[in-house]
């Protein structure tokens, strides 16, 4: 029997025990039992079946082996294409690799021998009590640099593509598609058709965060409703699916991690909400600090659930860290996260060509429990989110100030969120990561505007402090720093890269 979780998570100390107008579906239509997930696994489909160089029951190992006995309840999968070719039998897109003469093999031997991977991935994951959504990656931009991924429709159809534009001085990739197109709507639509008539898949994602932008500069907010008519198209479509085969089928969307974000690129979320188009979001694509409480203030009174994702990359802790890992899970489930959402995690063992190894599979064993968490990692880690906007992420870190230089006329203040409460037992201690710095520069810290003194060097560019748990206060903490003498051999910037609260259990 397949999860349908409902469950009170309890947030204690650490290591200690609008309505919008519009069509809303029928309300005959509509089934209130969607299950929750303790955490949420999105496997990039690619990296799995290509370290298994062609072997389809590694595949399945590389796949499914690290879920056994973990948290993970449902499976988002990805087949590894992007959304604009294919990874399975279709007949609405062309192949991975057709048009480049450049074909993935194993997949079509495969595919000839009886196993279509998206068969394979529902069989195995329902045979281990998983329900398994089909994860669309509804406007993923790797073809702009991986040829073998760029189908023949964008080719014939240039018209269809943003191409190289401005976002606020971000670039786009060229090959982001332009959903003010009927003819790109209507292609996405046709995709979802197939998947569900061909597969029995309990859900389906769609990937907005794969990639955006979706419209022209300037024209998100009269393009928005596209996208609304789009998921209300796909829901009514899987409404009559699920209807069809006696249970329904589940719609998440994965979107940026502040409703001003998500305005920004087109999302209107409140809308989806109000309107009852999805069931579950996902939050974020690498930014830390994730606006958890204002989409749960939306969406808990229509039933929707919120997960924010654990992801490193985009944000230059790649691959995310146990320490990390631990300390955003822990402050999402103190925000009223519903549960946690994992992307581009890759735990299997055998051939790992990210060299994530092992601790992955040990982690997604505790994440689903705050208390599980605190109790099995003596090391944890709340960072100051850094990164800059960038070609498929135009609109992420809106709260974001690292990196950036140290001022001498005035402090730097950026913003540390630990929701926990540390007992006695527990070290705490402020790191500080500095390009450029000298033996000879002096900078002045506050942590909630209380002086942080006796700082350390450790190794060319990182300094340390112990820090009190009475200085800190439970959610944002403010750390402001300031160049207060510069070493006179070096006139270079001094560029805060990193700041993090470390906490270390006895």
């Keep these: 029997m397949r999860h349908n979780i409902h469950f009170v998570a309890a947030v204690?100390?650490?290591?200690?025990?609008?309505?919008?107008?519009?069509?809303?579906?029928?309300?005959?239509?509509?089934?209130?039992?969607?299950?929750?997930?303790?955490?949420i696994f999105n496997c990039d489909g690619h990296a799995v079946a290509k370290d298994a160089a062609g072997d389809l029951e590694q595949w399945i190992k590389n796949l499914f082996g690290p879920l056994e006995k973990s948290h993970v309840e449902a499976l988002f999968w990805c087949d590894g294409a992007g959304g604009n070719t294919a990874n399975y039998q279709s007949d609405v897109l062309e192949r991975t690799g057709v048009r480049a003469a450049k074909p993935r093999t194993y997949i079509d031997d495969w595919i000839a021998g009886g196993n279509d991977p998206p068969k394979v991935v529902v069989r195995e994951a329902h045979q281990r009590g998983l329900d398994v959504y089909f994860s669309f990656r509804i406007n993923d931009i790797h073809d702009s640099f991986m040829p073998d991924e760029m189908a023949t429709f964008k080719v014939e159809n240039p018209d269809w593509m943003l191409g190289k534009q401005d976002y606020g001085g971000?670039?786009?990739?060229?090959?982001?598609?332009?959903?003010a197109v009927p003819g790109v709507r209507d292609l996405k639509f046709r995709i979802v058709e197939e998947i569900f008539q061909k597969y029995d898949f309990d859900g389906l994602e769609v990937d907005f965060l794969r990639s955006a932008p979706y419209f022209m500069p300037g024209t998100e907010d009269q393009h928005a409703h596209l996208l609304t008519e789009m998921l209300q198209r796909i829901r009514k479509h899987l409404v009559a699916k699920g209807t069809q085969r006696g249970r329904p089928i589940r719609l998440a969307v994965r979107v940026d991690e502040s409703l001003a974000s998500c305005r920004l690129n087109g999302f209107d979320v409140r809308a989806w909400i109000a309107r009852d188009l999805v069931d579950m979001i996902?939050?974020?694509?690498?930014?830390?600090?994730?606006?958890?409480?204002?989409?749960k203030q939306l969406a808990t009174e229509h039933g929707v659930y919120v997960y924010p994702c654990l992801y490193g990359w985009p944000s230059q802790y790649n691959p995310i860290s146990a320490e990390l890992a631990t300390g955003l899970a822990l402050n999402y489930w103190a925000q009223g996260a519903d549960g946690i959402y994992l992307f581009n995690w890759f735990p299997h063992t055998k051939n790992n060509s990210e060299s994530t190894g092992p601790f992955m599979t040990g982690l997604m064993k505790h994440l689903g429990d705050p208390a599980s968490l605190r109790s099995s990692q003596r090391r944890i880690m709340f960072p100051a989110d850094r990164g800059r906007p960038q070609s498929a992420y135009q609109y992420n870190w809106l709260h974001s100030v690292l990196p950036a230089a140290l001022p001498a006329d005035k402090p730097l203040r950026a913003v540390v969120r630990a929701f926990e409460e540390f007992p006695d037992g527990v070290n705490l201690k402020l790191r500080l990561h500095v390009e450029n710095l000298r033996a000879d520069d002096q900078?002045?810290?506050?942590?909630?505007?209380?002086?942080?003194?006796?700082?350390?060097?450790?190794?060319?560019?990182?300094?340390?402090?112990?820090?009190?748990?009475?200085?800190?206060?439970?959610?944002?903490?403010?750390?402001?720093?300031?160049?207060?003498?510069?070493?006179?051999?070096?006139?270079?910037?001094?560029?805060?890269?990193?700041?993090?609260?470390?906490?270390?259990?006895?």
């Design 170 to 179: 971000v670039t786009s990739f060229p090959s982001s598609l332009n959903f």
């Design 12 to 39: 204690t100390c650490l290591l200690s025990v609008s309505p919008v107008a519009g069509a809303e579906l029928p309300a005959a239509e509509r089934d209130d039992s969607v299950p929750r997930y303790r955490v």
């Design 282 to 295: 996902a939050l974020g694509s690498g930014v830390m600090d994730i606006e958890v409480e204002e989409f």
């Design 443 to 506: 900078i002045a810290v506050q942590l909630n505007g209380q002086s942080v003194m006796d700082w350390k060097r450790e190794g060319d560019a990182t300094l340390t402090a112990a820090v009190a748990p009475a200085l800190l206060r439970r959610g944002a903490n403010q750390v402001d720093m300031q160049l207060v003498k510069r070493a006179p051999a070096s006139t270079d910037r001094r560029v805060v890269t990193a700041l993090e609260l470390h906490a270390v259990r006895e």
